[in-house]
């Protein structure tokens, strides 16, 4: 059952204006710049992320540990009190809650101020990072817990270190237990060897619903959303290529994933709600309703888990008097047609079920990531954000055999024709995308106005 939804929540949720943070952004620029002057091992790395794999370091720093002579212009960019950071006694925690920004932690015990005495970045895995590149030390923090840190170099008092998380935003370290480790393999096996197909999608939701439910038991909310989503990551990229390559590519530093935007989902109408559960079972939080307009044919919710700090991005096909209702917590009626969103869904299956993410987005140098997998035969469709503060597009949709089954149940429902029942049956459908996204000025909303430009593009009616 969804909750219900309050006054605050409503006015919360109904926002999509999200400002532009220059003024911080420029601060915390600023504060790399004076770090990687002083450390050339941060420098170098800088380097190889931007040519290697068309990242920027800003998108991969996790936090800065500054001076508390800073704390009064943290304030001016907008910076406030992080309520979920958990830190040590001389420390303080700091974040942007109106941009997409690294945190800043303040230590008492430092007195430079002309530099970070240190900047985090955050891994998927620390003992990957360190092999890729040739680091020899012992890790803070015990595997596979709540979090993780190695000093990479330390030069000119500047200290370069990796980080790793796992349901926790903090920074205190926490000796678990080997029974809380084997929970958590546990919990990851539950949820990558989980039965996805089903012939009804009801049953197939109930399904998931109860072995949600077996991960929560074993390693609680936000450990079970940073299993199940580092899942559902594995799940799509070993059905998308570009989403390969360019792992491959990020593995090669050691980086992982951890440059992701927000992950995609495409439902039904008949079992959002039930999608909206499974992600509140994991204490997302409902962030903004997205609304395409009323021609458009499709609206989003956008939720985001605070602590994991991942956004759900859930598509839907909406009729143009639904646009103002709160579909997320109403259910839709059934439908006489078929939008793009629907039609995704039915020729390959629910995204929480068989289908997989619809496309997974991270952050990237826009213009260098393009140009680099154009130069490994991964090309880029035409962007559907080209603003100054935000830029996204999606690379050539990866196609995927459409079961006969479902094919037929289409045809005979008089949802698709004959034509396009034997195009797909013969050609497939486009699948998942990988999604080039770079973002200025902290902007942490999305592009309301042109992404439907895109979405009607992806429909495999009107592929060639």
């Given at each position: 059952?969804?909750?219900a939804?309050?006054?605050?929540?409503?006015?919360?949720?109904?926002?999509?204006?999200?400002?532009?943070c220059?003024?911080?952004?420029?601060?915390?620029?600023?504060?790399?710049?004076?770090?990687?002057?002083?450390n050339?091992?941060?420098?170098?790395?800088?380097?190889?992320?931007?040519?290697?794999?068309?990242?920027?370091?800003?998108?991969?720093?996790?936090?800065?540990?500054?001076?508390?002579?800073?704390e009064?212009?943290?304030?001016?960019?907008?910076?406030?009190?992080?309520?979920?950071?958990?830190?040590?006694?001389?420390q303080?925690?700091?974040?942007?809650?109106?941009?997409?920004?690294?945190?800043?932690?303040?230590d008492?015990?430092?007195?430079?101020?002309?530099?970070?005495?240190?900047?985090?970045?955050?891994?998927?895995?620390?003992?990957?990072?360190?092999?890729?590149?040739?680091?020899?030390?012992?890790?803070?923090?015990e595997?596979?817990?709540?979090?993780?840190?190695?000093?990479?170099?330390?030069?000119?008092?500047?200290?370069?270190?990796?980080?790793?998380?796992?349901?926790?935003?903090?920074?205190?370290?926490?000796?678990?237990?080997?029974?809380?480790?084997?929970?958590?393999?546990?919990a990851?096996?539950?949820?990558?060897?989980?039965?996805?197909?089903?012939?009804?999608?009801?049953?197939?939701?109930?399904?998931?619903?109860?072995?949600?439910?077996?991960?929560?038991?074993?390693?609680?909310?936000?450990?079970?959303?940073?299993?199940?989503?580092?899942?559902?990551?594995?799940?799509?990229?070993?059905?998308?290529?570009?989403?390969q390559?360019?792992?491959?590519?990020?593995?090669?530093?050691?980086?992982?994933?951890?440059?992701?935007?927000?992950?995609?989902?495409?439902?039904?109408?008949?079992?959002?709600?039930?999608?909206?559960?499974?992600?509140?079972?994991?204490?997302?939080?409902?962030?903004?309703?997205?609304?395409?307009?009323?021609?458009?044919?499709?609206?989003?919710?956008?939720?985001?888990?605070?602590?994991?700090?991942?956004?759900?991005?859930?598509?839907?096909?909406?009729?143009?008097?639904?646009?103002?209702i709160?579909?997320?917590?109403?259910?839709?009626?059934?439908?006489?047609?078929?939008?793009?969103?629907?039609?995704?869904?039915?020729?390959?299956?629910?995204?929480?079920?068989?289908?997989?993410?619809?496309?997974?987005?991270?952050?990237?140098?826009?213009?260098?990531?393009?140009?680099?997998?154009?130069?490994?035969?991964?090309?880029?469709?035409?962007p559907?954000?080209?603003?100054?503060?935000?830029?996204?597009?999606?690379?050539?949709?990866?196609?995927?055999?459409?079961?006969?089954?479902?094919?037929?149940?289409?045809?005979?429902?008089?949802?698709?024709?004959?034509?396009?029942?034997?195009?797909?049956?013969?050609?497939?459908?486009?699948?998942?995308?990988?999604?080039?996204?770079?973002?200025?000025?902290?902007?942490?909303?999305?592009?309301?106005?042109?992404?439907?430009v895109?979405?009607?593009?992806?429909?495999?009616?009107l592929?060639?």
């Amino acid at each position: 059952m969804v909750t219900a939804l309050t006054e605050a929540a409503s006015a919360k949720e109904s926002r999509f204006d999200w400002p532009l943070c220059y003024e911080a952004e420029s601060f915390i620029l600023a504060q790399i710049e004076a770090f990687l002057a002083r450390n050339s091992f941060a420098r170098r790395l800088s380097e190889q992320m931007r040519l290697e794999t068309g990242t920027l370091l800003l998108d991969w720093v996790d936090y800065l540990l500054v001076s508390p002579q800073t704390e009064g212009r943290l304030r001016e960019a907008g910076y406030t009190e992080d309520p979920l950071g958990d830190i040590p006694a001389n420390q303080k925690a700091f974040w942007h809650p109106e941009a997409m920004l690294p945190r800043v932690v303040i230590d008492s015990d430092i007195a430079v101020v002309e530099f970070p005495a240190a900047l985090a970045i955050r891994t998927e895995d620390i003992s990957d990072f360190m092999v890729a590149h040739g680091v020899i030390a012992e890790p803070e923090g015990e595997p596979l817990s709540r979090f993780r840190r190695c000093l990479i170099s330390a030069e000119n008092g500047a200290r370069l270190l990796a980080v790793e998380r796992r349901g926790y935003r903090g920074n205190v370290f926490e000796r678990g237990a080997d029974s809380e480790a084997a929970a958590i393999l546990k919990a990851h096996e539950i949820w990558k060897t989980r039965r996805r197909v089903f012939d009804d999608d009801k049953e197939g939701y109930h399904h998931l619903q109860a072995t949600l439910d077996r991960v929560l038991a074993l390693v609680g909310r936000d450990l079970a959303c940073h299993v199940v989503f580092a899942e559902e990551r594995a799940y799509w990229q070993k059905r998308n290529r570009a989403g390969q390559t360019q792992k491959m590519r990020q593995d090669r530093l050691g980086l992982g994933w951890a440059n992701h935007d927000h992950h995609t989902f495409r439902s039904s109408r008949q079992h959002f709600i039930d999608l909206m559960t499974a992600l509140e079972k994991l204490d997302f939080e409902r962030r903004e309703r997205y609304y395409a307009g009323a021609q458009a044919g499709w609206g989003a919710q956008i939720l985001e888990q605070p602590v994991e700090g991942i956004v759900a991005f859930c598509d839907v096909d909406l009729e143009p008097e639904e646009t103002e209702i709160d579909f997320s917590r109403q259910v839709l009626p059934s439908s006489k047609r078929l939008g793009t969103i629907g039609l995704w869904v039915g020729l390959h299956g629910e995204s929480f079920l068989d289908a997989g993410l619809h496309h997974l987005e991270c952050r990237f140098d826009y213009q260098l990531l393009r140009d680099q997998l154009a130069a490994v035969n991964v090309n880029t469709m035409k962007p559907f954000s080209d603003l100054p503060f935000l830029k996204q597009a999606f690379t050539e949709g990866e196609k995927w055999p459409v079961r006969r089954e479902r094919a037929e149940r289409l045809w005979r429902a008089g949802l698709i024709d004959e034509s396009q029942f034997n195009q797909f049956i013969s050609e497939g459908a486009i699948g998942s995308h990988l999604e080039n996204l770079q973002r200025k000025g902290g902007f942490k909303g999305f592009n309301q106005k042109s992404v439907s430009v895109i979405i009607r593009a992806t429909d495999p009616r009107l592929s060639p």
